[in-house]
């Protein structure tokens, strides 16, 4: 079965700190995709960044970061120099080659960023 | 910059009701979906459209919903007789393919409309 798990509901940084948000997978699949989404108190979901399971470097997207660990099937992202503006849920995602047509989410973490 | 749009925003309705909501897929996009949100959970996968067709659905997606494409440009999701629990943010999407494992396949979300039913 596909799985994607975030085990931390929730977590405070400080402003300009790194954090790196958890996410590890299951799936039995050899071809897939993995995703972080960001959820603003509006309720949109926006794209951050995208790791293929055959790309051999890590995702960068300006301060993300994807420490893509496949052997750990771990996808954590990292966000460099945070934001006030970071404050949001971020869900991590997967597709599988088999269930191409069908993204599923973790159940999100909860980023709260202190000025 | 393309996007997708959803209506209404924010839709309240009585309990056994129908409800449909509606969703504008970016236009040179090939599938669609939608996906619901219960206030403060995790995002969950509704239903999949390809080719005028449902390509897969959930558990949740019972003989209570339903979708439809029926102008190509419009993408609908109907809820024949609403029920508390399915007060939610409903999110619809689209991708223009579902990408290879060199392709991000993203999808591009509209921002929602929120149903409550009381």
């Known amino acids: 079965a596909q799985k994607i798990t975030q085990t931390q509901p929730g977590m405070f940084v400080q402003e300009k700190e790194a954090v790196t948000l958890d996410c590890t997978y299951d799936t039995s699949d050899q071809s897939y995709g993995l995703f972080w989404y960001k959820q603003p108190s509006s309720g949109e979901m926006i794209f951050l960044i995208y790791?293929?399971?055959?790309?051999?470097q890590n995702a960068t997207e300006g301060r993300y970061s994807l420490n893509f660990q496949k052997a750990r099937k771990s996808a954590n992202l990292v966000i460099s120099a945070s934001q006030l503006g970071d404050s949001a849920m971020y869900f991590c995602?997967?597709?599988?080659?088999?269930?191409?047509?069908?993204?599923?989410f973790g159940k999100g973490t909860r980023l709260h960023i202190l000025p | 910059e393309p996007e997708v749009t959803q209506t209404p925003s924010h839709q309240v309705t009585q309990m056994g009701q129908e409800v449909i909501l509606r969703c504008v897929p970016i236009?040179?996009?090939?599938?669609f979906y939608w996906y619901r949100q219960i206030l403060g959970q995790k995002v969950e996968f509704l239903v999949s459209f390809y080719n005028n067709e449902i390509s897969e659905k959930s558990e949740i997606f019972d003989d209570q919903f339903s979708v439809e494409r029926p102008d190509g440009s419009n993408f609908t999701l109907k809820i024949r007789s609403t029920k508390l629990e399915d007060s939610a943010m409903y999110f619809c999407?689209?991708?223009?393919?579902?990408?290879?494992?060199?392709?991000?396949?993203?999808?591009?979300f509209g921002e929602g409309s929120r149903l409550t039913v009381l």
């Open positions: 236009s040179n996009h090939l599938y």
């Open positions: 999407a689209s991708q223009i393919s579902i990408g290879g494992h060199r392709d991000t396949g993203e999808l591009f």
């Open positions: 790791q293929g399971s055959y790309d051999e």
């Open positions: 995602a997967m597709r599988t080659e088999d269930r191409d047509d069908k993204i599923i």
